[in-house]
């Protein structure tokens, strides 16, 4: 924390003339944004905290379960070991969002956005070059985290017999679909991010749209609340996340294939705007 | 080499940037001078792509620079207060901008070493004093070799010793045949930085010349005098193209005539020289009432009359 001690200049300052080739291309792009990623200790941290609350999640549900164990046939029927794994899934959305957000409010904030764009003046590589790196860390932490959640939970449940596999139906899908929910939330929440430029506006926007809407539904009348529903991005992608499936719902796929449209067209729109709005 | 050509940027009803037109060359510092408030910062996003503007064009070596696919080769800029993001080090600052264009490592350290940041490079931005911040803004304007340097006020923040080396660097990538394009709101800074000079005000063109003709027109002898009787000596300097005017302590500043003649004149009226000593205006203030000009040309916009012709002959009077 001690203010540096500013090292010394050279008399004459001699910057080298550099002759080899430059070109910007998308793939470089991308990984000039892999490495913005992880050299930001605040975007490690939410990735870390992503990664923790959904391992941690499944252990503490697992142990909490425990105590409580489901005695005679309908109750163990009615347990679902898979769904007590990925308790942590829902939480984990929250961190995941947040980071998706302030991957982009972060260039904004401070200014960074203007150096970016000076090196890549086309602007729309910087955009898919961040949704590469962002997708390709959240998928390798979240997949980890859910499969780890996943074997913590069925290993603390397999002494009583309570516990499942990979191979049961639905399982695979919502043990690998939870991971593809948490990268889309944080898809859209740097797609957000993009549209609105300014992190504490993208993450009120951000949980508006995913429980705002939610909640709001929840306001019509029963029936036509129901019909509304399943249609919200939040819970046409819930679907992905569980074994089970919910009365009325779009399913697994096509609900998550809802979920993606939203985040396309979200995104279609931010890509409009990079490319027309002074930065 | 900048090609600007009625270039015009309004916020809302705003105008920020009004019908620039100018160039600047390569292999001399151009200094880019006008208040705060100028839009000294929107002309230099404008020219980088960053802003588009509302007419006009601007051209980095003969292209817009967002057309280029090696632009960091073409321009490097300097245009925020803070370098970097706080977070990061300035060594993976430096790397993330050098990848968008396949620039190797081993240019990261290059410039790193150019600018005296080797060992404080893995440390976060965020800690940086304003001076090595402004020297780690200086290294990403480096990075790419750019034929065209564009820099944002780097003086600023800077203590005397940083100031002298930016000044050389300026210099020295000058000579080497580079376009450079610096930007400030003081003119003595520029006076002793720049070759050549051009100067906006509330983002009009007020001047596009070379520094020592500025220095030049801008220098208008006066000549300070207090005598015994001042209306007595007031009377005698009286005469075609003599300005006189009267400060406290009954002491005169007098234009359009040497110490010479004023002593002389003083002698021939029999009055006694209390004081008498010639005095020339500093660059500076030159510069705040060329700007000054500009303002008062906006100012009563509403009011369209004669008196703002006057003002805007002054101000293309200083054009030249």
Known sequence: ?????????????????????????????????????????????????????VAGGGLVSAIVALSSLPHGAA??????????????????????GALGVLIMTGEYATGQIRLTLTAVPRRLPVLWGKIAALAAAMLAACTTATLAA?????????????????????????????????????????????????????????????????????????????????????????????????????????????????????????????????? | MIEVRGLTKKYGDKLA??????????????????????????????????????????????????????????????????????????????????????????????????????????????????????????????????????LDEPLNGLDTEGIRWVRSLLRSLAAEGKTVFVSSHLMNEMSVTAEHLIVIGRGRLIADTAIADFIARASHPAVRVRATDPQALAAALRGPGVTISAGPGGELTVTGLSTDQVGTAARTAGLTVLELAAQTASLEEAFTAMTQDAVEYRTPAAGAGPSQKTSQKTTEGAQR
């Open chain 2, 17 to 150: 940037v009004d019908g620039l037109t100018f160039t600047v060359r390569p292999g001399i510092v151009t200094g880019f001078l006008g208040p705060n408030g100028a839009g000294k910062s929107t002309t230099m996003r404008m020219i980088l792509g960053l802003d588009a503007p509302t007419t006009g064009t601007a051209t980095v070596n003969g292209r817009p620079y967002r057309e280029y696919t090696a632009p960091l080769h073409e321009a490097g800029a300097l245009l925020e207060a803070r370098p970097a993001h706080p977070g990061r080090s300035a060594y993976h600052h430096l790397l993330a901008i050098a990848q968008t264009s396949g620039i190797r490592r081993s240019r990261v350290d290059e410039v790193m070493d150019a600018v005296g940041l080797r060992e404080a490079g893995r440390r976060r931005a965020g800690r940086f004093s304003l001076g090595m911040g402004q020297r780690l803004s200086i290294a990403t304007a480096l990075l790419g070799d750019p034929q065209t340097v564009i």
């Open chain 1, 1 to 53: 924390m001690n203010p540096m001690t500013e090292p010394a200049l050279s008399a004459a300052p001699v910057v080298p003339a550099y002759r080899a080739a430059q070109r910007v291309t998308l793939i470089r792009v991308v990984r000039s944004e892999w490495t913005k990623l992880r050299s930001l200790p605040s975007t490690l941290w939410l990735l870390l905290s992503t990664f923790l609350l």
């Open chain 1, 150 to 279: 996943f074997f913590i939970t069925q290993a603390i449940l397999a002494p009583h017999h309570l516990s499942t596999t990979l191979a049961q139906p639905g399982v695979a899908r919502a043990v690998f679909g939870s991971a593809l929910v948490l990268t889309g939330v944080a898809l859209l929440g740097l797609v957000t991010g993009a549209l609105l430029r300014n992190a504490a506006g993208g993450i009120s926007a951000l949980f508006g749209v995913l429980y705002g809407l939610t909640i709001a539904a929840g306001f019509l009348p029963g029936n036509l609340s129901h019909e509304v529903r399943k249609y919200l991005p939040e819970n046409s992608a819930a679907d992905l996340t569980s074994v089970g499936h919910t009365a009325g719902s779009l399913g697994p796929w096509t609900g998550f294939g809802l979920f993606c449209l939203y985040t396309a067209v979200a995104l279609g729109a931010s890509a409009w705007l990079l490319r027309r709005r002074d930065a």
């Open chain 1, 75 to 96: 109750a163990v029927a009615a347990f679902d070991p898979t769904q007590l794994s990925l308790s942590g899934v829902a939480l984990a959305e929250l961190t995941a």
